[in-house]
């Protein structure tokens, strides 16, 4: 085996490299908090800077951007049977479809809502369906993501949403935090 000679200036160049690609490597949750319930049963991510607000008979959880406090973030939580499946209720469109009749938009409430996408994605042994609304509220235009997924007898719904002319800005950071809606045990 030949002699290897210690190069101080490359492993200087090693160490800076090494350094430097993990600072690069949060690049995907940069700008994102964690949030676990106390359960322990499942976690996601929100905006770094948002806080979290308590509304009686609301949703289980709302975050909302203390500076475009209409960008919000929110989980509601509800009981079904426990032998339910998320596919027994439907087609991602189909489940979309439901929430925007009977939760988002009922007859009568006057908002108009138009479902852009909606696809089924596979998870940490979950079925989720992620779906895309654009909203009219009040003629305000927003723009909204959301996750549905049921685990255990219950149904999840996990939305985030801000007005149209910031959903550009903000629609990847968005998609991720749907994305990191997960269950721990």
């Not at 049977?81 to 925007?100: A, C, F, H, R, W």
Request: aromatic share 10%.
């Amino acid at each position: 085996m030949k002699n290897i000679k210690f190069n101080p200036f490359k492993y200087l160049l090693l160490v800076f490299l090494c350094l430097t690609l993990s600072a690069c490597s949060g690049g995907l949750n940069a700008g994102l908090e964690a949030y676990q319930s106390p359960d322990g049963r499942y976690a996601f991510l929100y905006p770094t800077g948002w806080t979290r607000v308590k509304v009686d008979g609301g949703p289980e959880i709302i975050y909302h951007d203390l500076i475009n406090s209409n960008e919000t973030l929110s989980l509601v939580i509800s009981d079904v049977n426990k032998e339910v499946q998320l596919e027994q209720l439907g087609s991602p469109s189909e489940v979309g479809q439901t929430l925007i009749d009977k939760v988002i938009a009922p007859e009568g409430s006057g908002r108009e809502v138009k479902l852009i996408n909606a696809n089924k994605r596979e998870a940490s042994n979950h079925i989720f369906y992620d779906l895309e609304y654009e909203l009219n509220l009040n003629e305000q235009a927003r723009h909204e993501l959301a996750t549905v997924v049921i685990d255990r007898g219950t149904l999840y719904t996990f939305a985030v949403g801000t007005n149209e002319e910031r959903w550009n800005k903000v629609d990847g950071m968005f998609s991720n935090v749907i994305e990191s809606f997960n269950f721990l045990i």
